[in-house]
């Protein structure tokens, strides 16, 4: 299969992905509301955890980029860093939100 085909092909799967984790991420945040402050916390140090891991692994997917030889490398690290992009994105958001609530509900 020839790059371009590749492409065609990861587009789906790279909006599913983006779909999935804004999905999955609304279903947890109305969830939260019920939290106990503890696992409240704890839900924030997962987010945390989530965008740390997704800005590390963007970081390596641009080093990989710079590296690469072949162009379908660079472009397969450009995708799982655009990826990655979002992942931290989406976490950022979450963790915004789930600090909201921590807050709201007088979490200490």
């Known amino acids: 299969m020839n790059m371009p085909n590749r492409l065609i092909l990861l587009g789906p799967v790279i909006a599913m992905t983006t779909l999935g984790a804004c999905t999955s991420s609304d279903n947890s945040l109305e969830d939260a509301r019920y939290m106990s402050c503890t696992e409240l916390a ?3 140090g997962r987010q945390e955890q989530r965008k ?3 800005l ?6 641009d080093i990989d980029m710079i ?4 162009d379908e490398d660079k472009t397969a690290s450009t995708i799982s860093g655009m990826i990655n ?6 976490a950022d958001q979450s963790l915004k939100q789930l600090n909201q609530i ?7």
């Not at 590390?56 to 997917?61: A, P, S, V």
């Not at 992009?85 to 989406?90: A, I």
């Open 42 to 44: 704890r839900n924030i």
């Open 52 to 54: 740390e891991d997704a």
């Open 56 to 61: 590390i692994d963007g970081i390596g997917d």
């Open 67 to 70: 590296i690469s030889k072949t």
């Open 85 to 90: 992009d979002l992942d931290e994105h989406d």
């Open 102 to 108: 921590f807050r709201q509900k007088g979490c200490v």
